[in-house]
């Protein structure tokens, strides 16, 4: 593997593992906080009050390693789109923080927020990197999506970052598993000879590993929208740069599950009046039925390398 990529993935652990430790403190003099939801999981009210938005110490360090390592256009593109999901996220955790409410946007203008910058990311792709053909798994052809590539790459950044954001609600959870897929893509962009992707996600790995050490059962902070949608948004302009995007549904199942768990329990409770789940998304349903946080997260990896693995015979 290149050198590049292995000096990202350093830059990203040594960056994250030395600025949380400095963000936690900071945090709590600023009185940011996490407000828990009131229909969660009961014994979850004791991390009412843990500091958040840690997932500015992943932003600074991918952002610091994608500049120095990961050379060229694509590399840069790929950062900037997953900082601008995380900017949203950001903006988010910052209202509630400082109104002390877990309400930051309105579902509208956060989904608004998020529909541009996939577009941006999608003209992008379309029009100056002249990309318009996804790679099918197993396969080995490319479907070429003309024009529609736009639509379907909006569908893909909006599906994935909020999936990522849905995962993020226990401790390490959606670092754990985003550290296990971003490998995965880190050699999926290598082999697709985009050197520039695949530093991106070693950054990634490397400040999910950084952060990790803090955030682990039980958690000293939390990375806040800001850091579950700059991961949901670097996984998925990585894999989309690269035209990996349907690799997203077999690496990344651990997330669409999260997101199918919440669809089915809705539709299933509105047309029935019956919970398929005891609560949703579906890491709170195995709380309920006794698995412990480490447990889930365990679990949950260990599917996901599973399933990253059969992505790669994939390719």
Request: include cysteine; aromatic fraction near 12%; charged fraction near 10%.
């Amino acid at each position: 593997m290149d050198i590049k990529v292995l000096m990202a993935g350093a830059i990203g652990l040594v960056i994250t593992a030395v600025t949380v430790p400095l963000l936690i403190p900071f945090l709590r003099r600023l009185k940011f906080g996490q407000s828990i939801l009131e229909d969660g999981p009961s014994w979850h009210s004791k991390k009412q009050g843990t500091p958040t938005m840690g997932g500015i110490a992943m932003i600074l360090a991918v952002g610091l390693a994608a500049v120095f390592c990961a050379g060229g256009l694509e590399g840069l593109a790929v950062a900037a789109g997953a900082t601008l999901f995380g900017l949203i996220g950001f903006v988010d955790d910052y209202i509630k923080v400082v109104k002390k409410q877990n309400q930051g946007f309105t579902p509208k203008q956060k989904f608004g927020c998020q529909i541009l910058v996939s577009l941006i990311f999608a003209l992008y792709v379309y029009f100056v990197a002249g990309q318009s053909e996804t790679l099918v798994p197993f396969a080995g052809v490319t479907l070429d999506l003309g024009i529609f590539y736009i639509p379907f790459v909006m569908l893909v950044l909006l599906a994935t970052t909020n999936s990522v954001n849905l995962t993020d609600g226990l401790d390490g959870l959606a670092a754990s598993v985003t550290t296990v897929a971003a490998l995965f893509f880190t050699v999926a962009c290598a082999r697709q000879g985009r050197p520039g992707g695949a530093a991106v996600m070693m950054a990634v790995v490397g400040a999910c590993l950084g952060f990790i050490i803090y955030n682990f059962y039980p958690a000293k902070i939390f990375m806040g929208d800001t850091g579950s949608l700059f991961l949901g948004g670097a996984l998925s302009c990585a894999a989309v740069s690269a035209g990996l995007e349907l690799f997203l549904l077999i690496g990344g199942f651990v997330f669409l599950f999260e997101t199918l768990s919440v669809i089915i329990q809705v539709t299933a409770y509105k047309s029935t009046g019956k919970r398929v789940f005891k609560m949703t998304p579906v890491h709170h349903h195995f709380e309920m039925c006794g698995w412990s946080e480490t447990k889930i997260v365990f679990v949950f990896s260990a599917v996901t390398a599973a399933l990253c693995i059969l992505s790669y015979f994939g390719l």
